[in-house]
């Protein structure tokens, strides 16, 4: 089955450590997304990217990285320069990141928690 | 500011019955497609359908239809004889060409909660 894959589901660290979620998809898309959802609130984006070696930071990209070096992956690490990491992380992708008309197929999530 | 506004942050249904979400955008740009997805509990965004800004009937995907306002920059979800299962969040979204069509901007979401 095609899909997108986040793991793990629940991820627990200590505040000043970075932490890397990862996010893989087999779907063949060449556009890839972060977002992040706050409790009672809509997905706010993080980075995205378009083709493989490229990115683009969303509207909350402070205190994220993310690389991809290949197409399936797109691996996002929170560090400890992000203020409130503790949310709800939501990883997407679309077959074209170029065209108005597809969808952003979604993983699972992962919900961090940092104390 | 507000791209995407959900005005209804909750509704009740009764099972059967119709039910109607509003969503209203904002954007100046004549090439753009608006999306609803579906979270249930669980998390996972379900995505449920799609309409474009120069398509001339509202889309329609089984018991999802949209009703597609373009002069009042209006896309309500109506969704026909609820479900159990449609108890969930729904979020609004649009894409538009401005810094190309990356980004995928959501509403605040309405929460709708379905009873037998």
């Known amino acids: 089955d095609g899909g997108i894959t986040q793991s793990p589901k629940y991820l627990f660290r200590k505040e000043g450590q970075n932490v890397t979620l990862s996010c893989e998809q087999n779907l063949n898309h060449d556009a890839m997304y972060w977002y992040r959802q706050d409790p009672g609130q809509g997905l706010r984006l993080i980075y995205y990217?378009?083709?493989?070696?490229?990115?683009q930071k969303g509207d909350i990209a402070e205190g994220y990285s993310v690389s991809r070096e290949k197409k399936e992956s797109f691996p996002l690490t929170v560090t400890s320069a992000q203020k409130n990491p503790t949310a709800f992380y939501l990883c997407?992708?679309?077959?074209?990141?170029?065209?108005?008309?597809?969808?952003?197929?979604f993983g699972p999530g992962t919900r961090l928690t940092v104390t | 500011a507000q791209k995407i506004t959900q005005t209804q942050p909750g509704m009740f249904v009764q099972e059967k019955e119709a039910v109607t979400l509003d969503c209203t955008y904002d954007?100046?740009?004549?090439?753009?497609?608006l999306f609803w997805y579906k979270q249930p509990s669980s998390g996972e965004m379900i995505f449920l359908i799609y309409q474009g800004s120069y398509d001339q009937q509202n889309a329609t995907e089984g018991r999802y239809s949209l009703n597609f306002q373009k002069a009042r920059k209006s896309a309500n979800l109506v969704i026909s004889a609820s479900q159990l299962g449609d108890s969930a969040m729904y979020f609004c979204a649009m894409r538009e060409p401005t810094d190309s069509w990356g980004k995928l901007q959501f509403g605040a979401g309405t929460q709708v909660v379905v009873t037998p």
């Open positions: 954007t100046s740009d004549p090439s753009y497609g």
């Open positions: 990217s378009q083709i493989v070696n490229d990115f």
């Open positions: 997407a992708s679309s077959i074209d990141g170029q065209d108005r008309t597809y969808e952003q197929y």
